[in-house]
T-cell receptor, first 110, second 119 residues
Framework: KQEVTQIPAALSVPEGENLVLNCSFT??????LQWFRQDPGKGLTSLLL?????REQTSGRLNASLDKSSGRSTLYIAASQPGDSATYLC?????????FGTGTSLTVIP | GAVVSQHPSRVICKSGTSVKIECRSL??????MFWYRQFPKQSLMLMAT?????????EQGVEKDKFLINHASLTLSTLTVTSAHPEDSSFYIC???????????????FGDGTRLSIL
């Protein structure tokens, strides 16, 4: 069974810093990997989707990479802002379902 | 872009009540919708896969008689929590994939979730 792990569980950084969130998965047989943002009590907002054949995707200050063979993905956030404070979830798509990580709670201090 | 509407956003009700949550794809057809549950400080866990016109597929440990799923049309799936108890209090989120875009490689689109509180 696919297991998805996110490290760290929580992260606090001063505004302006660049940061990296990590996601690892145990089974490399995936179709794609998606990064989400979740604000407290809210639903999920999709940030980036990386297909299994891709190495990275970029959107604004966000860059996500995927190394399928080693079962790892990273989400890089440049020049962090207080508005980036949220929980970030990664999810791998095996074709039948998504498996979610436990998330990284990010706090950006003004 | 693709939008999934989930209703209601919040429900507070007494123990023993049945609660229905709706998940609608607003601008695309979804032959498959997914229902997730999230307990505080835990990750989302898939409860069931809802298939239009057929029975839902439930994950291990999820009681199908307690969580009734109906996917009667290509744009609507409902989750009914029957005889809800305080331990059913959770955050329920649905997602859908655009059927007309074909493959499993397409992203899932999520509703905003329903916060269910059973007193």
């Amino acid at each position: 069974k696919q297991e998805v792990t996110q490290i760290p569980a929580a992260l606090s950084v001063p505004e302006g810093e660049n940061l990296v969130l990590n996601c690892s998965f145990t089974d490399s047989a995936i179709y794609n990997l998606q990064w989400f943002r979740q604000d407290p009590g809210k639903g999920l907002t999709s940030l980036l989707l990386i297909q299994s054949s891709q190495r990275e995707q970029t959107s604004g200050r966000l860059n996500a990479s995927l190394d399928k063979s080693s079962g790892r993905s990273t989400l890089y956030i440049a020049a962090s802002q207080p508005g980036d404070s949220a929980t970030y979830l990664c999810a791998v798509n095996t074709g039948n379902q998504f498996y979610f990580g436990t998330g990284t709670s990010l706090t950006v201090i003004p | 872009g693709a939008v999934v509407s989930q209703h209601p956003s919040r429900v507070i009700c007494k123990s023993g009540t049945s609660v229905k949550i709706e998940c609608r794809s607003l601008d695309f057809q979804a032959t498959t919708m997914f229902w997730y549950r999230q307990f505080p400080k835990q990750s989302l866990m898939l409860m069931a896969t809802s298939n239009e016109g057929s029975k839902a597929t439930y994950e291990q440990g999820v009681e199908k008689d307690k969580f009734l799923i109906n996917h009667a049309s290509l744009t609507l799936s409902t989750l009914t929590v029957t005889s809800a108890h305080p331990e059913d209090s959770s955050f329920y989120i649905c997602s859908a994939r655009d059927a007309n875009r074909g493959t499993v490689n397409q992203p899932q689109h999520f509703g905003d979730g329903t916060r269910l509180s059973i007193l």
